[in-house]
C-alpha cells in the first residue's frame, strides 16, 4: 500500500516532468565538456596563433617596401663610417636629432656592409625585434589568469605592438631599429629587475640608453620597483644616480637644438602633447580624442592602483613598465612640445602608447577575474576587442605614410643620375655621401639598382626616330594611348616630372627622361594612382600616373617605354610653363 501511493506521488515515478529547471544529464556532460574545452590550454594556444596576424601583414607591407634609406640613415652612416666603408668607432658616440643611437647605428653598418643596405632587410630585423617583444610581454602575464584570456591579452598586445599606426618604424626601418631595440631591451631589464637580478637589468639598462634618448626613462622605473620591493636602500638610489649621471653625459654631448617652431614653454600645451603621446593609438588622426584617452589611461592607472590587485607583487613589473613609458612620454613631450600641438601623433611615437595601454590591460583583467572568477575568462573577446580598435585606429596613420613615402625612390634615381643635391637637406651633401656609397658597393650603387624598362638604364641611349608623341586625352575616345605632364617642380640642379600616361591595352612599363640626343638622364616610377584621370576618362585603370627625375632641362622628353617596347613621348614641360 506504502508503496503504491508512492508511486503515485512521485513525479518522476508517474512520468511527469521535475517541478525545477535542471537540465538533463546527457546535456549537462555535454556543456561540461564544452566548458573544458574553453579553458582547455590547447585551445587557448590555436587562439594565440592569431597573434601572428598582425606580425605577417607588417612583415608583408616592409619586405614590399622601398629598398632605399630614409634620411637620419646616411647621416649617421658618413659618421659611422670611414672612406673605405669600414667601421668607425668614435662616430658612434655622436648623437643624432639629440638622441644616442650607439646599437642602431652598428645595425646600420651590419646593413650596409652585408646587405648592401637594403632598408627592408633591416626593417625585416626590425619586425623580429618587435615579436621578440610581444613574447617578453607574453612570459610576464600571471599565469593564474584562464588560458583563453592569457592568450586573448597576447593576441591585443600583438595587434597593439603592430599596430598601423606605428608603420613608420617599420617600413622606416632605420627609426624602428633605434625606438623598438630600445623598448625590447628595456622590457627585458625589467623582467631581470622584477625576477631581483639586478646587476644584469641594470647592464641591460644601460645598453637601451644607448640605443635611444627614451630608454633614460628606464632609471626611475628601476627605482619604483626596487621601491615597492622593499629593496634595501641602495638599490632603490642606485638607479636614480646612473640615471642622472647618464643625463649629465647626455647633456655633454647634445648640441644646442633650436625649436621646431614658436616656442610654447605653458603648462597647457605640455599636458596636451604628453596626452597625445599616451592617447595616441585610441584615435585615427584627431589629437584632441589622443588627449581624451590619455586622460582616460591616466585614470584606469589611478583607479588600479587603489585596488589589492594594483598592490600585488605579480604585478610590479607591469607598474615599472607602466613608469617607464610615461617617463619616456613625459621627455617626448618636454623636447617636442615646440613642434605644434599635433605633434604627439606621429607615427614614430606609438610605441610608447603602447608601452601605456598593455599593462593597464594586463592589471585590469587580472583584477576582473579576481572579481568574476571563472567568468572572466568571457573577457577574451573583450580584450580581443580592445586589440582590434588599436589595430584598425591606425589605418589613416597608415596611408599617410604610405603617401609621404611614395615618392622615396626618385632619391635612389637622383643619387645615380647625380643629382644628390637636388633634395637638401634629406640628403647630406653629395660629394660626401656618393664616394662612401660607391665604396661600399651600397644600394643605389650596387646591382640591384635599376630603372625597372627590362634593358635601358641611366646612361643608355634610345632610338629618337623609334619614338612617336603621346597625344593628349580626348575624352570623345578614351580607349586611345594617351597622356600628359602636369607639373614640374624644380629641385635645385634637378627637376621632378609628374604627369599620366596610357598605353590602354598595351601596359606601360616604365617612364625616364632624355636629353636632346636620345641619352637616358633621369627615370622614376609609374603606376602611380591617378584617379582624377579616370574620373574623366572612362574604362581607364587608376594606375597610370608617372613621376620622373633628370637634370632640369628645357630639351627633357618624358618616354614612356610600353611592354611590347614601343616609345611614346610627352614634352616634359606643365601646361601653365608659358612655352
Given at each position: 500500500m506504502?508503496d ?6 512521485d ?10 529547471d535542471?537540465?538533463?544529464?546527457g546535456?549537462?556532460s ?12 590547447r585551445?587557448?594556444r590555436?587562439l594565440?596563433?592569431l597573434?601572428?596576424l598582425?606580425m605577417v601583414t ?5 619586405t614590399a617596401?622601398?629598398r632605399?634609406q630614409?634620411t ?6 658618413l659618421?659611422?663610417?670611414n ?8 662616430g658612434m ?9 650607439m646599437l642602431p647605428?652598428f645595425l ?6 652585408f646587405?648592401?643596405?637594403?632598408n627592408?632587410i633591416l626593417g ?6 618587435a ?7 607574453r612570459t610576464?602575464l ?9 592568450a586573448?591579452i597576447?593576441?591585443?598586445a600583438s595587434?597593439?605592438?603592430f599596430?598601423?599606426?606605428g ?6 626601418a632605420?627609426?624602428g631599429?633605434?625606438w623598438l ?8 631589464a ?6 631581483r ?19 633614460f ?11 615597492i620591493?622593499r629593496?634595501s636602500w641602495w638599490?632603490?638610489l642606485l ?12 647633456l ?7 625649436p ?7 603648462l597647457a ?6 596626452l597625445?603621446?599616451?592617447?595616441h593609438l ?5 589629437a584632441?580624442v589622443?588627449?581624451?584617452a590619455?586622460?582616460?589611461v591616466?585614470g ?6 587603489t585596488t589589492?590587485v594594483g ?7 607591469w ?7 610615461f ?5 617626448i ?14 607615427s614614430r611615437?606609438t610605441?610608447l602608447?603602447?608601452l601605456?595601454a598593455v599593462?593597464?590591460?594586463?592589471l585590469l ?16 573577446i573583450g580584450v ?5 580598435l588599436?589595430?584598425t585606429?591606425?589605418s589613416?596613420a ?5 603617401s609621404?613615402?611614395?615618392?622615396h ?7 645615380r ?16 655621401l656618393?664616394p ?6 651600397h644600394?643605389?650603387f ?6 625597372g624598362c627590362?634593358?635601358p638604364?641611366?646612361g643608355?641611349t634610345l632610338?629618337?626616330n623609334?619614338m612617336?608623341p603621346?597625344p593628349?586625352?580626348?575624352e ?13 617642380e ?5 627637376a621632378?616630372?609628374?604627369g ?20 637616358i ?5 609609374t603606376?602611380?594612382?591617378r584617379?582624377?584621370?579616370t574620373?574623366?576618362?572612362?574604362g581607364?585603370?587608376?594606375?597610370v ?6 637634370p632640369?632641362s628645357?630639351a ?6 610600353l ?12 601646361p601653365?610653363?608659358g612655352?
Amino acid at each position: 500500500m506504502t508503496d503504491t501511493v508512492a508511486r503515485e506521488t512521485d513525479p518522476a515515478a508517474a512520468g511527469d516532468p521535475p517541478d525545477n529547471d535542471s537540465v538533463p544529464a546527457g546535456t549537462e556532460s555535454r556543456l561540461a565538456r564544452l566548458r573544458r574545452q574553453l579553458t582547455n590550454t590547447r585551445l587557448a594556444r590555436l587562439l594565440e596563433v592569431l597573434a601572428l596576424l598582425p606580425m605577417v601583414t607588417t612583415l608583408l607591407e616592409v619586405t614590399a617596401g622601398q629598398r632605399l634609406q630614409y634620411t637620419d640613415y646616411w647621416y649617421v652612416l658618413l659618421r659611422i663610417t670611414n672612406p673605405d666603408g669600414s667601421l668607425h668607432i668614435a662616430g658612434m658616440r655622436v648623437l643624432q636629432n639629440e638622441h644616442p643611437l650607439m646599437l642602431p647605428s652598428f645595425l646600420y653598418w651590419l646593413d650596409a656592409r652585408f646587405a648592401g643596405g637594403d632598408n627592408r632587410i633591416l626593417g625585416v630585423l626590425v619586425v623580429i625585434i618587435a615579436a621578440v617583444t610581444v613574447l617578453l610581454l607574453r612570459t610576464a602575464l600571471p599565469k593564474t589568469l584562464p588560458p583563453p584570456l592569457r592568450a586573448g591579452i597576447v593576441v591585443a598586445a600583438s595587434a597593439l605592438v603592430f599596430s598601423p599606426h606605428g608603420l613608420h618604424n617599420f617600413v622606416r626601418a632605420m627609426s624602428g631599429s633605434a625606438w623598438l631595440t630600445a623598448n625590447l631591451l628595456v622590457i627585458g631589464a625589467l623582467l631581470l629587475a622584477y625576477h631581483r637580478k639586478w646587476w644584469l637589468a641594470w647592464a641591460l639598462g644601460l645598453l637601451a640608453c644607448m640605443s635611444y634618448g627614451t630608454a633614460f626613462a628606464v632609471w626611475p622605473a628601476f627605482a619604483l620597483m626596487a621601491t615597492i620591493n622593499r629593496e634595501s636602500w641602495w638599490k632603490r638610489l642606485l638607479p636614480l644616480g646612473v640615471g642622472l649621471i647618464v643625463v649629465l653625459s647626455w647633456l655633454g654631448l647634445k648640441p644646442a637644438v633650436d625649436p621646431g617652431g614658436a616656442p610654447a614653454n605653458d603648462l597647457a600645451s605640455l599636458l596636451y602633447t604628453l596626452l597625445a603621446v599616451i592617447g595616441h593609438l585610441w584615435t585615427a588622426d584627431t589629437a584632441g580624442v589622443a588627449v581624451f584617452a590619455g586622460v582616460v589611461v591616466l585614470g584606469l592607472y589611478g583607479w588600479l592602483a587603489t585596488t589589492t590587485v594594483g598592490r600585488d607583487r605579480s604585478m610590479r613589473f607591469w607598474w615599472a613598465l607602466a613608469c617607464h613609458a610615461f617617463v619616456a612620454s613625459a621627455m617626448i613631450a618636454a623636447a617636442r612640445i615646440d613642434f605644434g600641438a599635433d605633434f604627439g601623433l606621429s607615427s614614430r611615437y606609438t610605441s610608447l602608447s603602447v608601452l601605456m595601454a598593455v599593462p593597464a590591460v594586463v592589471l585590469l583583467m587580472v583584477w576582473a577575474h579576481r572579481v568574476l572568477g571563472e567568468r572572466a575568462q568571457k573577457l577574451a573577446i573583450g580584450v580581443l576587442a580592445i586589440g582590434l580598435l588599436g589595430y584598425t585606429l591606425g589605418s589613416p596613420a597608415a596611408a599617410t605614410i604610405r603617401s609621404q613615402n611614395s615618392e622615396h625612390q626618385l632619391e635612389a634615381i637622383a643619387l645615380r643620375a647625380g643629382l644628390g643635391d637636388a633634395y637638401g637637406a634629406t640628403l647630406p651633401p653629395a660629394k660626401a655621401l656618393v664616394p662612401r656609397l660607391e665604396a661600399m658597393g651600397h644600394y643605389p650603387f650596387s646591382d640591384a639598382f635599376t630603372l625597372g624598362c627590362g634593358g635601358p638604364e641611366l646612361g643608355s641611349t634610345l632610338d629618337m626616330n623609334a619614338m612617336t608623341p603621346l597625344p593628349p586625352a580626348d575624352e570623345r575616345n578614351p580607349r586611345q594611348p594617351a597622356g600628359s605632364v602636369d607639373d614640374v617642380e624644380n629641385k635645385n640642379d634637378g627637376a621632378v616630372i609628374r604627369g599620366w600616361a596610357t598605353g590602354v591595352d598595351d601596359p606601360v612599363r616604365c617612364a625616364v627622361v632624355v636629353d636632346a640626343n636620345g641619352k637616358i638622364t633621369g627615370g622614376g616610377l609609374t603606376h602611380l594612382s591617378r584617379r582624377d584621370v579616370t574620373a574623366r576618362l572612362s574604362g581607364i585603370s587608376a594606375d597610370v600616373g608617372f613621376s620622373v627625375i633628370a637634370p632640369a632641362s628645357a630639351a627633357n622628353r618624358v618616354v614612356i617605354i610600353l611592354e611590347s617596347g614601343s616609345m611614346r613621348w610627352i614634352s616634359a614641360e606643365a601646361p601653365d610653363s608659358g612655352k
